[in-house]
């Protein structure tokens, strides 16, 4: 007779890191051609593994609010970086966050059910 463990092995796929790793690679190399003196590149490819790893876990809606904002915050940030004032870089990352978290949000909800 087998025994079944409880707790389900846990497989590591090298997809699971190609995703963040090009991502940080693309902001890096963009942040880069704007303020060569920036390092942000690995925390957004640490934070998208995160967001990415930790996806089966959290709802759909959580889901969507942590793409949205991982993107406005990227995208906010890059704007920052060509020397926007600190509202407006502020105000397309909030514009950005939303649009992410709703398209996220509907790609989810027409796709999980």
């Not at 942040?31 to 876990?57: F, M, P, T, W, Y």
């Not at 959290?58 to 890059?78: D, K, W």
Request: hydrophobic share 50%.
């Amino acid at each position: 007779m087998q025994v079944r463990s409880a707790v389900p092995a846990r497989h590591h796929h090298r997809s699971e890191w190609r995703m963040p790793i090009v991502l940080g690679l693309l902001f890096g190399l963009w942040a880069a051609g704007i303020d060569r003196s920036n390092g942000a590149s690995a925390v957004v490819a640490v934070l998208c593994q995160v967001v990415h790893r930790e996806r089966g876990k959290l709802t759909r809606e959580v889901r969507a609010g942590a793409y949205g904002a991982l993107f406005g915050a990227a995208m906010g940030y890059l704007l920052s970086l060509s020397g926007s004032t600190l509202l407006k870089s502020s105000l397309w990352g909030l514009m950005f966050a939303a649009i992410m978290a709703g398209a996220s949000y509907y790609r989810f909800s027409t796709r999980e059910s």
